[in-house]
């Protein structure tokens, strides 16, 4: 069955039509690249499966509910349970030091500090940040917080992770370690990956792509040939 269903999701902000009736099911297991040019709806695409922002007409069904039936607690409980996040800009919390922020999910969820941070300090090893644990994000690269928060998406283990430009900021290396870590995750936890992303190299380790064009969306899977 679809872990994820978005059925005629329509967004407008003013005159401007970020979405335009995009379909589509994401599976379990499953790592989804979601293209398009820049201000083509990618990222309210993302926002929108995320349960961030609600669109105009049109449902997401996530593992069997409709996210908008749901309320507001309901919605912020499900995102911290069983959603995980990489935004582009601002999400890692300045006054925490980077092993508290990969550890702040956790927290939150019950677990003890110096069980979160052991939990937190293993992914930061595999994401090789680890040596940052004390510094504070504004005491950090670019990269480095960006590596850092994908750490931080990936310490609940997820159901579902919504990425966006998970690897803008890092190169090429990195870049691939990250969709490495991503497509594990997908496929040990049977959990779903939604990524944006304009860079082809970084498509090219997803299982499929959705290509979004000013607001529409195409299932290039529904493309190809039987
Ligand atoms: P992408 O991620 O593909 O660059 P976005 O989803 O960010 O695209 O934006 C789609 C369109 O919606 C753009 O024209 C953008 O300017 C507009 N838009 C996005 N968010 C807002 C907002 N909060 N207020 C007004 N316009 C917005
Ligand atoms: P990255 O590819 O990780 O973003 P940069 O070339 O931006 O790397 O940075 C290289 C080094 O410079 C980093 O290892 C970091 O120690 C330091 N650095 C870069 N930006 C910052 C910053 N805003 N604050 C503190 N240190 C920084």
Known sequence: G??????GLCKAYGPTTALDGADFSIHPGEVVAVMGPSGSGKSTLLHCLAGIVTPDTGTITYDGRVLSAMSDAERSALRRT???????????????TCVENVALPL???GVKRREAERAALGWMERLEVDGLRAKRPGEVSGGQGQRVAVA?????RPRVLFADEPTGA??????????????????SANAAVVLVTHEARVAAYSDREIVVRDGKSRDMMQ???A
């Not at 069983?82 to 925490?96: A, I, R, S």
């Open 107 to 109: 927290r939150l969820a």
């Open 223 to 225: 493309e190809l040939p």
């Open 2 to 7: 679809s872990l994820l269903i978005a059925s």
């Open 170 to 187: 890092l190169d090429s290396l990195n870049g691939e370690r990250v969709m490495q870590l991503f497509t594990e995750a997908a496929r």
């Open 82 to 96: 069983d959603f995980g996040f990489v935004f582009q800009f601002g999400q890692l919390v300045p006054e925490l």
């Open 152 to 156: 931080r998406s990936l310490v609940t």
